[in-house]
């Protein structure tokens, strides 16, 4: 049941802002096959994972780089080089772009933390030292009703975040968004938890694209939905950035999500992958 | 619960070879109702027609009776244009008009268009206004049923109906199978829902 009380009353002269993100994949592969996930592909048993993107590549980008307005370095979880791949990623990205740089997320850190033994604290804190400014939001995904993956617990995903926050990065999380989502409790579960970490610095909306996925049987949300959840959002969390991806949007629907208080929208300028 | 919503399938035959034919087929797969479009007169039990007039160029549609009459009733449909608001007026005056079917044109964005629909909802009275699915496009209508609730919605076609009739049940609006004609409206039962989880 659409809940009614929550829909934008007036609109505004304009829509928010379309950005333009670029993301970096080191590799298409990921073993956590998520239910929700229309990315990633998992290996076959025995298949030897071809290695990450070569980081010479990066210079072919560099006007691609340099027309983003965010950049985003993603992991995945059978990225087989070292953190100091990472780190380099990081250094090459930022001899080309010098604007916000989103990078892995806690999912990811704690593969690297079992695989390097070296304590989080100290991963966040060598990505912000090269140039990182924001950590990735995955793993938050667990906090959807009905679609939880369980690649992590919620109170490590809420922990990591907070050391984030501690090392300046920015922290991010996101909420997936299906039609079947609303029993009484409603958004209640997920704010509750996202209060726990000191201040969320951005959270993105993702409508969720079912189709095709494990969870095909739950409805993608439709706009009024969405902008629902947003006006919502927005009033439990005032300072945060609240962003959607354009992709499932219409021009009619940017309008209304910015009534309900979407900071601003963008979309994916490029995917680049090995 | 408020004002029922109309869903009233609506068949354009003037181009059709065998009109009264393609009609009655029409009438068949929508359980005997259904609005045409017509040049003559097509001697039907059920069902309702209008055809259409060009005045002023715009397309307008005289309503009813049998065959439908120069002067009778009609739908007007049209965008919203402020300098039309005297016109508009008067005609409302002095014409039955049975409903305006409101339009949007590709300039208006959706806060000019809520704009428009919030002037006319002003100066006409609601019940008779319906907007144009087709040009005012589904998050649109969403947004103005939720603002205003005695609009109705013209041209709903059969493969959308499943979820207009998901959102009526959202908003509180029972959905009724309708035209013209004066056999009565059919109620649309709402969709089943299933828990999940």
Known sequence: MLPLSFYPKSLPRTPAPVKQVTRIAPTVFCKSACSFCDFAIPPTPGQIVPPALSIDTLVAYRNTLQSSD?????????????????????????????????VLSPVELIAIQEKEKRPINELLQRLAAEGATALGPGGGDSLTPLVETNRIRIKEWVAIQNIAGHVKLETTAMLLVHQNMFNENGLTPFIETLSEIQHIDRLEIKPLRSRGTAVAYLDPPHTLMLASIVTQLRKSF????????????TEDARYLLTAAGISEFYQTHKEITP | MSEPLYWIPTCDVRSETLPQAKAREFLNTHGQRGHFITQDDLRLNYGSQATTLPIKALPQRIWGGSPPKQGGPFEWIAPYRSD??????????????????????????LSQFFHAVTRIVAIFPQSLLWLDWTTVQWDAIQFLLLHFPT??????????????????????????????STHPAIPLLPPPIYAIG
């Open chain 2, 84 to 109: 039309d608001e005297t016109a508009i007026k008067e005609m409302a005056q002095d014409t039955p008009i049975t409903r305006w079917i409101l339009t949007r044109t590709q300039e208006q964005n």
């Open chain 1, 70 to 102: 965010y950049v985003k370095v993603r992991g995945g979880l059978e990225l087989q080089e070292p953190f100091s791949y990472i780190l380099a990623l990081i250094r090459a990205v930022r001899r080309l772009y010098d604007g916000p740089l989103q």
């Open chain 2, 151 to 180: 609009l109705q919605i013209e041209g709903i076609p059969d493969d959308r109906l499943y979820p207009f009739k998901c959102f009526a049940h959202d908003i509180n609006r029972e959905l009724w199978l309708a035209d013209f």
């Open chain 1, 238 to 249: 005032p300072n945060t950035h609240l962003i959607i991806n354009t992709r499932t949007l």
